[in-house]
């Protein structure tokens, strides 16, 4: 089944006495091994969409179903371990902690996660294998170029082996050949290991790269075929 199946998504924040709808009846399935693009003017409710789908956030109204399990229901303490155990999540200034080496950054979530140290060590040395990065094992992120730290946070987001993995303009803070570089990337890393990956983007060297595109508009999703056309 899907890694994702979003039905009937609403979200509306409360601004003072303002009711500001960001998301309006949401659909949408996410299938494995999928990279898909979610753009859309600023405003267009992105941002909130992958905090609903990241389970950071809870929904108004609607359901979510995450490999075939509605997290509808589920206790704060449920919804951190889904999330710790099968979503990666990659951000546009990267959010390494620049005290950690690069090994130590990618360890962190199997750390978190509570998996047992010899198979972190190897699990940590294939993903940073799988970025090109062994050699920087032991370097802090700071020692790194930009798209070498971002190559990490990709590393940091697969260790776990994610059944999803949210990127928030992962290639804003990166130079044009260097997004390339970080893309191509990832898209052999999201078919290789099978992984859904859902990418808000503005850039259209990312959208090129998707496989399918969605597009936001006031909080819904806009039914522009030709944008799927592109990719
Ligand atoms: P992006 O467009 O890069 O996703 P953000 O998600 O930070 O940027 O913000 C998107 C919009 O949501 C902006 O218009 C911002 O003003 C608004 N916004 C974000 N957080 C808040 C908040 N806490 N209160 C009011 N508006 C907010
Ligand atoms: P995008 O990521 O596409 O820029 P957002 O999901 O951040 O869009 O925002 C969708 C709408 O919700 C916008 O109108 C924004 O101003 C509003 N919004 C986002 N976050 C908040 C918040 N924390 N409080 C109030 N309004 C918010």
Known sequence: FPVLRLRGLHKTYQLGTHRV????????DVLPGEMLALTGPSGSGKSTLLNLAGLIDQADAGDIDFHGQS?????EAALTLLRRESIGFIFQSFN???????????DFP???????LAERQA???????????????HHRPDALSGGQRQRVAVARAL????RLVIADEP?????????????????????????AFLIATHDHRVV?????VITLLDGQIADRAEESLVA
């Open 171 to 195: 290639t804003a803070s990166l130079d044009s050949h260097t997004a390339e570089q970080v893309l191509d990337l990832m898209r052999e890393r999201c078919h290789a290991e099978g992984a």
């Open 208 to 212: 090129r790269r998707c496989d399918r």
């Open 96 to 106: 390494l902690v620049p005290v950690m080496t690069v090994a130590d950054n990618v």
């Open 21 to 28: 709808p960001a998301l309006r009846g949401v659909n949408l």
């Open 123 to 137: 699990r940590v040395a294939q993903a940073l294998d799988g970025v090109g990065l062994a050699e920087f094992a």
């Open 110 to 116: 199997l750390f978190l996660a509570g998996v047992p």
């Open 159 to 162: 260790v776990k082996r994610p």
């Open 71 to 75: 997290v509808q229901g589920l206790s």
